[in-house]
Nanobody
Framework: QVQLVESGGGLVQPGGSLRLSCATSGFTFSRYAMSWYRQAPGKERELVAA????????DYADSVKGRFTISRDNAKNTVYLRMNSLKPEDTAVYYC?????????????WGQGTQVTVSP
């Protein structure tokens, strides 16, 4: 049974920091690219950050470059998102995603999301 469980969200003041975690099980974590998405009320889900299966490459949305850092620990089957200098516009539900394309088929798993609220 595949599980992705996010944690670490909460209420933080502008300029503050949070670290999100996504603990996974039920699939071979090291073979999957991992990503964080977010969805604000009334908006579409958007990609925030992604990291390759080998941890060498990562990519970020322009809106979070220089403030957010994605990392993974393949020994713990966990991916992280360190968020610094948070802004009110970062308020959203943050989702963890695992994706792999293998033999022409895409495997896509999602967590349930964790709420991040940035407010004075």
């Amino acid at each position: 049974q595949v599980q992705l469980v996010e944690s670490g969200g909460g209420l933080v003041q502008p300029g503050g920091s949070l670290r999100l975690s996504c603990a996974t099980s039920g699939f071979t974590f090291s073979r999957y690219a991992m990503s964080w998405y977010r969805q604000a009320p009334g908006k579409e889900r958007e990609l925030v950050a992604a990291i390759g299966s080998a941890t060498i490459s990562s990519d970020y949305a322009d809106s979070v470059k220089g403030r957010f850092t994605i990392s993974r620990d393949n020994a713990k089957n966990t991916v992280y998102l360190r968020m610094n200098s948070l802004k009110p516009e970062d308020t959203a539900v943050y989702y963890c995603n695992a994706r792999r394309v293998w033999v022409g088929k895409q495997y896509d798993y999602w967590g349930q999301g964790t709420q991040v609220t940035v407010s004075p």
